[in-house]
């Protein structure tokens, strides 16, 4: 793939591959094959169609994402049924509406609190100052990591997503220290277990032997890393689309009541993963008139879909008015995103509280934002903005 113009311009790569056909043989990220699928009826069939697996165990050597080790990498995201079955069913008793509903009070707090210090007028890069700050308050809330184990994960989750080739030890070093935090974690939480998600998971682990050790731990790692990478990159890509489109934003900020339909069009314009996990073919099948043999590795780009002109009009347009749901941002099927309310729910109470406090917003004219380098994900490292 051209691995450059993929990164400035996703959407414009993608359109030009949707339109030479619909499936195509590329290079991963790692040097080895893969399929790349880029029309919206193709992902969304892939994405529910039980022959494509996430275990490594079908891979035949094509592209396999990155390796964790087993205590972090048993997790939903590598399994398929019945263990992903078992676990999902577990967590998500854990995940209940409730809790979420529960969180929005103390999201709008820590929102505001984030943006006290800037003051009514002045420069800052809204990335390092609001988005992550938030993402790790929240997710740390939800999951009852206590205040003095929080850490800024930003250096962690970015040696994994996006590894610089100039420095393989990065990861390594990453993985080491997220494991010994969570080894941590977890035994702080198993002397003083609280009303949290990682206390009502390690409940169930000691209860029965229905939650692993290792999937106990790797659960703990996905939710984190998934939790907090992506809220930090849908709300970062939000702002910036809002703030280059200057008619969107009046209109959000006129009618609040916008707002739950303008995060799902965000979500559909530069939602922040731009392709589903990857999925490896348990038999030979044919997908959008491609053989794909068994073994194969199979890339959904969810950001061509989100962009197809045959799903959705004037695909390449910001419009919050439109009705964007059946977008693919938060995947589909049993791997649907376990996090899409809590998503939702601070995407917008995010957006709120900024626009509200900060009146005059708007993206530095003398700085480009930063994007970070990475196939999977579409991700500002920097944002500075004026108010
Ligand atoms: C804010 C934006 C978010 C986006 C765009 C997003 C996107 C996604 C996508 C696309 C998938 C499906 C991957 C696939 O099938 O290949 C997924 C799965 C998942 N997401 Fe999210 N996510 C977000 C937030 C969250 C949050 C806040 C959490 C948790 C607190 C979370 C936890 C998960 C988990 C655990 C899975 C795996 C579910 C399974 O395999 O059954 N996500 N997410």
């Not at 414009?12 to 590329?26: D, M, N, T």
């Not at 969304?44 to 275990?55: C, F, I, P, W």
């Not at 929080?150 to 420095?167: K, S």
Request: glycine letters at 8%; hydrophobic letters at 45%.
């Amino acid at each position: 793939m051209a691995g450059d113009d993929l990164i400035n311009d996703p959407y414009g790569v993608y359109q030009r591959l949707r339109s030479a056909s619909p499936v195509h043989r590329i290079t991963g990220p790692d040097g080895s094959p893969a399929w790349i699928v880029t029309r919206y009826d193709d992902v969304r069939q892939a994405l529910q169609d039980s022959r494509l697996s996430l275990d490594k165990r079908h891979s035949t050597g094509g592209y396999a994402g990155f390796a964790l080790p087993p205590a972090l990498d048993a997790n939903l995201l590598n399994m398929d049924p019945p263990d992903h079955t078992r676990l999902r069913r577990l967590v998500g008793s854990a995940f209940t509406p409730g809790r979420i509903q529960r969180l929005r009070e103390p999201i709008r707090k820590t929102a505001e609190q984030l943006l006290d210090p800037l003051g009514q007028h002045g420069r800052t890069d809204l990335i390092a100052s609001y988005a992550a700050p938030l993402a790790i308050t929240v997710i740390c809330d939800l999951l009852g990591v206590p205040d003095h184990h929080r850490v800024d994960f930003r250096g962690w989750t970015h040696a994994l997503v996006a590894p610089d080739p100039a420095r393989p030890a990065a990861t390594r070093e990453a993985v080491a220290a997220m494991l010994g935090f969570f080894t941590e974690l977890l035994a702080d939480k198993r002397r003083r277990p609280a009303d949290d998600l990682l206390s009502d998971l390690i409940g169930v682990r000691e209860a029965s032997d229905a939650l692993g050790d290792d999937e106990l731990m790797s659960l703990a790692f996905l939710l984190l890393l998934a939790g907090f990478e992506n809220t930090v990159h849908l709300l970062g890509n939000a702002v910036l689309a809002l703030l280059r489109h200057p008619r969107q934003l009046a209109l959000v900020r006129e009618n609040p009541a916008l707002l739950p339909g303008a995060v799902e069009e965000l979500a559909r314009f530069d939602g922040p993963a731009l392709l589903a996990i990857r999925r490896f073919a348990t038999e030979d099948l044919v997908l959008g008139g491609v053989t794909v043999g068994a073994g194969q590795t199979v890339l959904l780009s969810l950001a061509a879909a989100n962009r197809d002109p045959e799903r959705f009009e004037d695909p390449d347009r910001l419009d919050i008015g439109r009705t964007a749901t059946g977008h693919l941002a938060l995947g589909l099927g049993i791997h649907y995103c376990l996090g899409a309310t809590l998503a939702r729910t601070e995407t917008e109470i995010a957006l709120a509280t900024l626009f509200a406090r900060l009146p005059d917003l708007r993206v530095a004219a003398d700085v480009e934002p930063r994007r970070r380098p990475s196939l999977r994900s579409r991700s500002l490292t920097a944002l500075q903005v004026d108010y």
